[in-house]
């Protein structure tokens, strides 16, 4: 076999692995953007709701003519 025919072979089997590992990465990032996708980017549904809810009450402007 002639170094040209072994660096064309090596160079083969190499893209080969390349490519299963580019697959791999890929199912990775898609499987990891579901797991985040599940948690519903924050949306606050149920009775537990946190964070901030708006009040009417305590962010009522009617305050804003009062004379001295």
């Known amino acids: 076999m002639t170094p040209r025919e072994a660096a064309e072979q090596e160079a ?3 893209y080969v692995r390349f490519l299963g590992w580019c697959k791999k990465g890929t199912w990775v990032i898609i499987a990891g953007l579901l797991a985040v996708a599940s948690c ?3 949306v606050e549904d149920g009775p537990s709701k946190t964070g901030s809810q708006y009040n009417g009450e305590q962010y009522n402007p009617s305050n804003l003519k009062v004379e001295k």
Do not use: D, L
């Open 12 to 14: 083969k089997e190499t």
């Open 40 to 42: 519903n980017f924050g």
